[in-house]
């Protein structure tokens, strides 16, 4: 468990968390109702992010769908097998389950707005008269170099956060490219420990 000022989050939950909105525009696209045209530009005038990019659908279906898919992952896939640690010891009974899989799907939420040109942000209420709204660096910059800054920014929080993991554990970065297995046992336990 990741161990914060405010207790314990479910590594697995803020994980699978951060990933539950981007299913909206994945079954746009397998049922033709999106068409991806370059950078963040639907084709069609249909929606490919409403409910699960909004702050409402990331405090409540994304909640639901977060705890569905650790469970399945957990339970039914036993991704423990493959090295993966953390998603069967979740409790469906746990607060801390619920708020680390709204700050996941928060979190999520709350990146794309930096820099995604359509936003249903404050869905389900309009904001001049429509669902979505532009993204916050999209003001001082184009969506290539807002979309770089963000990838930047967020991969080396990535590789901070997995250079700890491995440091905690006796290890360095280089084992991420020597023996990728043992990393991801490694980086997950430690970031599910309770």
Not at 116 to 129: E, K, M, R, S
Request: with cysteine; net charge positive.
């Amino acid at each position: 468990m990741l161990k914060p000022g405010l207790g314990r989050l479910s590594f697995a939950a803020m994980t699978v968390g951060a990933m539950i909105p981007d299913i909206e525009p994945l079954v746009a696209w397998i049922f033709g109702w999106s068409v991806f045209c370059g950078w963040d530009f639907p084709c069609s005038p249909a929606p490919d992010r409403l409910v699960l990019h909004s702050i409402v659908g990331a405090l409540t279906v994304d909640v639901a769908l977060t705890i569905l898919f650790v469970k399945i992952l957990g339970r039914l896939l036993k991704v423990g097998r493959l090295g993966i640690r953390g998603f069967d010891r979740v409790k469906i009974m746990d607060v801390s389950l619920y708020v680390s899989a709204a700050i996941g799907a928060l979190s999520h939420v709350l990146v794309d707005w930096l820099h995604h040109p359509a936003n249903p942000i404050f869905w389900p209420f309009l904001v001049n008269g429509s669902y979505y709204v532009g993204g916050l660096l999209l003001q001082f910059m184009g969506v290539l170099p807002a979309s770089a800054l963000v990838a930047a920014v967020s991969s080396a929080i990535m590789v901070a956060t997995v250079n700890r993991a491995l440091n905690k554990s006796g290890h360095n970065f280089w084992l991420v490219l020597s023996n990728p297995p043992k990393a991801l046992m490694l980086i997950t336990e430690n970031l599910s420990k309770s």
